[in-house]
């Protein structure tokens, strides 16, 4: 048996009947629960893991709130969510070559490939019967797992910011730039304007942007985040300066400011993991060829928009779930040079890991949260530690 939190359908009814259905009054923290669980027995490619610190997700957020879908109802009235963790291998199957005990790993939440490599479903979220790692210990498959880059200079918190968000920056990178440059080839235009909008997937996407030579500009409520993107190079501007695009006169003035900033040009590149409200500024500031790039529906699961508008200033959205395993090791290897991961000032203990994602929540957050699950470390991470 392990400690391991879970999120129940009975649960989600209770809180949704304390608040009387109404969202935002909703507290996650009455909904992730300490559990236990069983661990399943371990196979010849499995590999048994002590989990050392995991952080927090927005799915997770969304599973407890069950605003797109009641992910708990659907999986059978119970999930144990968690699919970013940092871990140390404790044990292996037989049929286990590239892991050993007392490695040091990173998760991805590919839960199953499709034939192409991406994610059919995302595990310890829509996978059947996939366990998450929000608990002390685990049991995975030898293909879940990727050795962490200990040596990549980054502390311990900051490698457990990225095993999740890292690999979607990756992907919504990758793509953006590839329909970008369908359209428009580096001969003609190699600098880019690249605009990203609050969070911590956005962050690392414009890490990637600066890092490649382009032009980056991050839109974000937070200061401390934006302060933190500035010393790496990456432009700011407030979000609360247009009231976070409440009305459609704070998007024309957000849409003024980033023309005025890139010379009438506009972003090439936008990355939106949000929607809502912040999907129209984003539309807006895109320039001629623009692409604007999601993964995510925080605020608004639907979009609409003007096909004309669209077709006659050649724009394209493109929508992407998560990266396939060979591009989650590619993010990897950046870590430490390309992603520099903003971190909550908290460092929160496993037994606050409800008031993290309730914190999460309510947006009171400087950077992105970490939750420290074991109390030992291995020896090999005490150094990053800091
Ligand atoms: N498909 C995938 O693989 C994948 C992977 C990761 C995340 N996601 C999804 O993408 C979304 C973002 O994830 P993330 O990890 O980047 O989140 P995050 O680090 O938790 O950041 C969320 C951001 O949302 C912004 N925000 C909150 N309330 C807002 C509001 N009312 N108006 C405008 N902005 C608001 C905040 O930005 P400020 O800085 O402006 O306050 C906050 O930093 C989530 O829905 C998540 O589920 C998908």
Not at 48 to 66: G, I, K, T, Y
Not at 83 to 97: D, W
Not at 215 to 231: M, P, T, W
Not at 361 to 373: A, K, S, W
Request: aromatic fraction near 6%.
């Amino acid at each position: 048996m392990t400690r391991a939190y879970s999120i129940s359908a009975e649960t989600i009814a209770q809180e949704n009947q304390r608040v009387g259905g109404d969202l935002e009054k909703f507290d996650v923290s009455r909904v992730i629960q300490l559990d236990e669980l069983e661990l399943r027995e371990m196979g010849s490619r499995d590999v048994h893991l002590r989990v050392l610190v995991v952080s927090a997700e927005h799915n997770v957020d969304h599973a407890a709130l069950a605003d797109t879908m009641n992910i708990a109802d659907v999986r059978g009235g119970k999930i144990y969510p968690g699919n970013s963790a940092v871990a140390e291998v404790l044990a292996v199957g037989g049929e286990v070559t590239r892991f050993s005990a007392g490695d040091v790993v990173i998760t991805h939440c590919n839960g199953e490939p499709d034939p192409h490599g991406y994610p059919l479903r995302i595990w310890a979220y829509d996978q059947p019967d996939s366990v998450g790692w929000y608990s002390e210990e685990a049991v995975v498959g030898d293909w879940q797992i990727l050795p962490a880059p200990l040596d990549c200079g980054l502390n311990l918190w900051e490698l457990a910011a990225l095993p999740l968000r890292a690999p979607t920056a990756h992907h919504l990178w990758r793509r953006g730039l590839g329909i970008f440059r369908v359209k428009v080839p580096r001969e003609k235009l190699a600098r880019l304007n690249v605009l990203g909008f609050g969070g911590g997937v956005s962050e690392l996407f414009l890490m990637l942007a600066q890092h490649e030579g382009h032009r980056a500009i991050f839109c974000s409520g937070n200061a401390e985040r934006r302060k933190h993107l500035e010393g790496e190079g990456i432009e700011g501007i407030d979000q609360n300066q247009f009231n976070r695009f409440a009305g459609r006169d704070d998007v024309k003035a957000f849409n003024k400011q980033l023309k005025q900033m890139t010379g009438g040009e506009g972003a090439h590149i936008v990355c939106d993991m949000l929607r809502g409200r912040v999907y129209p500024a984003g539309l807006a500031a895109l320039s001629r060829m623009g692409v604007n790039v999601s993964a995510g529906w925080q605020l608004d699961a639907g979009v609409q928009y003007n096909s004309a508008n669209l077709s006659v200033r050649q724009i394209t959205l493109d929508h992407i779930h998560f990266e396939t395993i060979e591009g989650c090791a590619a993010a990897t290897a950046l870590y430490g040079r390309v992603f520099k991961p903003t971190v909550h000032r908290e460092i929160y203990a496993f037994d606050d890991l409800p008031r993290a994602l309730q914190e999460m929540h309510r947006n009171e957050q400087t950077g992105i949260p970490i939750v420290r699950v074991a109390d030992e470390m291995p020896a090999k991470v005490e150094p990053l530690l800091s």
